[in-house]
């Protein structure tokens, strides 16, 4: 009894995020994903909301679906660029009418990354400022975006920490952070967070690397660093995917763990609608699953 008591204490919470599907068979790898983590039976699956909501529609569909088809709970991204606070919170509203109850809050990438970003005179300026006023659309849920290696377009790294602390102070109950390699980078903004009074969970956010190119092309446009190791890990191995996925095991296995040593007890993948490498890692930690794995929810297309 001791040990099992012992189990289930130390098993994590976990969230996953996917991103809306453009195509038919991308449609089929997400659902087919969404089916494989499903039983892990995660806090939350969240959907992201591409550049100056050039996704909107088909992030609507997809956290409408997860709701209505699975027993999952969806957070669905907005986003301020591109938009007026008219279209932002009409989006907001027809989520809340739809039964989403918790919002990814961000302020999002110009189209095309357009810089320096310049706030829309019709628009929110900032994340801080629509999360403030999505508590006037309903009773949401809120999480917010954090970066350990401070966001790239930031001052310097108090103004994004104080920003951050501007999200938490207009509502925001959790930030996620950006994908990072080096876990001292996180513990270090832990450690600053809390000093600033933010008390809120700062979960991290974890990137299984399955494609280092790609992943180095996102790391240069988030401020992420790659560390000089994580290259060596991955030399020579473009064309061998098999060596590459049991390396990736590796590393973010290595990684978690060093996390939960320092007492994280939750954890985010951005699964990349990929679920071998995620439910590997939760495996890992400890996850077993809560209910018998299952088909993905209703014939794609319907």
């Not at 918790?102 to 189209?111: F, K, N, Y």
Request: glycine share 6%.
């Amino acid at each position: 009894m001791a040990l099992q008591t012992k189990l289930d204490k130390a098993r994590p919470q976990v969230s996953f995020e996917f991103f809306p599907p453009k195509t038919k068979k991308m449609e089929e790898t997400l659902w087919n994903a969404i089916g494989r983590l499903a039983p892990l039976a995660p806090r939350f699956v969240s959907v992201t909301y591409g550049a100056g909501g050039s996704t909107r529609e088909r992030t609507h569909a997809t956290v409408v679906r997860i709701l209505k088809e699975t027993n999952l709970t969806p957070a669905a991204h907005l986003t301020c660029v591109g938009a007026s606070r008219d279209a932002v919170l009409e989006v907001a509203r027809t989520y809340w009418n739809s039964g989403i109850r918790h919002i990814v809050a961000l302020r999002g990438d110009a189209p095309k990354r357009e810089s320096p970003y310049v706030p829309d005179g019709e628009g929110f300026a900032y994340a801080a400022d629509l999360v403030e006023v999505l508590h006037s659309v309903g009773n949401f849920e809120i999480s917010v975006a954090a970066y350990p290696e401070t966001h790239p377009e930031a001052a310097n790294p108090e103004a994004d920490l104080d920003n951050l602390k501007r999200k938490i102070d207009a509502g925001a109950s959790r930030a996620i952070t950006q994908f990072f390699f080096d876990v001292d980078h996180y513990f270090r903004f832990i450690d600053r967070a809390r000093a600033a009074g933010i008390i809120v969970p700062i979960v991290p956010g974890i990137l299984p690397v399955t494609n280092f190119t790609q992943v180095r092309k996102f790391s240069a446009m988030c401020g992420t660093e790659v560390p000089a190791w994580l290259a060596d890990l991955f030399e020579g191995l473009d064309d061998d995917a098999e060596t590459r996925k049991l390396v990736a095991a590796s590393v973010v296995a290595d990684q978690c763990r060093r996390l939960e040593a320092g007492g994280v007890d939750e954890f985010h993948f951005y699964t990349l609608n990929r679920a071998d490498l995620t439910y590997a890692i939760s495996h890992i930690l400890g996850l077993r699953p809560k209910m018998p794995s299952a088909p993905a929810p209703g014939a794609v297309g319907n």
